[in-house]
């Protein structure tokens, strides 16, 4: 399957916001569709592109697929358009937006969404830093969350205990207001949320004193969460329901926790390999030697250097690396051997490297002490 780019569908940049998302998608939509559009195939298979990428890039969690994996992580079977978690036919995709058109242009006869009735809670976001020892074994921690709940003095209502909310008398608790106009055209219905009850059909003269009349409090929830091992800077975690209340008895948001794995003073991670520099000296180069490295489980792990390796070179370790997040088993460890060069010798060691030199046949001239060793001296 080829590579959709869905920004582009929308026309938007890759760091667009939220709210730019909804706003491209919306003018697009109303452009190309198919009420407005009679007949056109080619505005219908348009229209349908576009509800495919807002489905996509209006979602967080699919976002951040996307942005990660690309289109394929949507592609037959995974979850995707035509698979368990899109749309699963063409007359799906329209049955999700019977009203578009009247919620954009105002009315036009059709009937806009009020919000008399249950309302989904909004998704929460939470950074979380973790080391990469603990990305290395994965970690069971809580964090502290403020969310708005839904209030137990009034059990969501709004109003105070005791008392309940009345039906608002302007909009009959529709929480819409009509307006009938007649042109040359016919008649055209401008329908819009009242003024009354502020949409919600509802009219609450005692307020619960706990959270004022909105059904809703902040509060500070603690939430343990599980961080499977191998997990990566730039993941993220769902935890279902655990977002924001609803409203008047919908359901609660998800909680999406965004991983940031904090740099290690000796380890490097790329995919699941890590990589890592450790120094020998002239002499175990020359003649080999066996030594211990650190690796990311804490452990040492036994490295053979063969005779004669040159600075730089990169030996494996294998399965030494990061755990798959997927359990598709583990990376490696790199190891980058850097020979050091003696700064300061005695006599003897010098005689030795001199016998060596002559042995090899090389001529050396030693410089001894530099212009600014001198004048280090001096001062």
């Not at 578009?100 to 009020?114: H, L, P, T, V």
């Not at 529709?174 to 003024?195: A, K, L, P, W, Y």
């Not at 003696?342 to 050396?364: L, R, V």
Request: proline share 3%; aromatic share 8%.
């Amino acid at each position: 399957m080829p590579e959709k780019d869905y920004y582009e569908t929308l026309g938007v940049s890759r760091d667009a916001s939220p709210d730019e998302i909804k706003k491209a998608y919306r003018t697009l939509a109303r452009k190309h569709h198919p009420d407005v559009n009679q007949g056109d195939k080619g505005a219908e298979s348009k229209f349908k592109e576009i509800n495919e990428a807002f489905e996509i890039l209006g979602n967080p969690q699919k976002k951040g697929q996307y942005d990660q994996f690309g289109s394929a992580a949507f592609s037959q079977g995974q979850g995707g358009f035509g698979g368990g978690a899109g749309f699963s036919s063409f007359e799906d995709i329209f049955s999700g937006f019977g009203d578009i058109f009247n919620a954009f242009s105002g009315g036009m006869g059709g009937a806009r969404r009020s919000r008399n009735g249950p309302q989904a809670g909004a998704d929460l976001k939470y950074d979380l830093e973790i080391s990469l020892e603990d990305s290395f074994t994965g970690l069971t921690t809580k964090i502290e969350i403020p969310r708005l709940e839904t209030c137990s003095a009034c059990d969501g209502t709004g109003a105070k205990k005791g008392t309940s909310a009345k039906t608002c008398s302007k909009c009959g608790g529709t929480g819409e207001v009509r307006h009938i106009r007649r042109t040359f055209m016919g008649q055209i219905v401008n329908i819009s949320i009242c003024d009354a009850c502020d949409g919600t059909g509802k009219i609450i003269d005692s307020p619960c004193e706990e959270c004022d009349g909105k059904g809703r409090v902040r509060k500070e929830r603690t939430i343990e969460v599980k961080v499977p091992a191998g997990i990566d800077s730039g993941h993220h975690l769902r935890v279902e329901g655990e977002g924001n209340a609803g409203v008047k008895g919908g359901p609660s948001g998800d909680l999406y926790i965004i991983i940031n794995v904090v740099a290690h003073k000796i380890f490097e991670r790329y995919n699941n390999d890590i990589y890592c520099k450790t120094s020998i000296s002239f002499a175990q180069a020359s003649l080999g030697d066996v030594i211990e490295v650190p690796t990311i489980s804490g452990k040492k792990a036994k490295l053979k250097i063969p005779a004669g390796t040159q600075s730089h070179t990169v030996f494996k370790l294998k399965g030494e690396g990061m755990p798959d997040v997927r359990g598709y088993g583990s990376g490696d460890q790199m190891v980058k051997i850097v020979v050091l060069t003696p700064d300061k010798m005695n006599k003897e060691q010098k005689d030795a490297m001199k016998t060596f030199a002559d042995a090899s046949g090389e001529t050396i001239q030693e410089t001894g002490k530099g212009f600014f060793d001198k004048m280090k001296q001096y001062w």
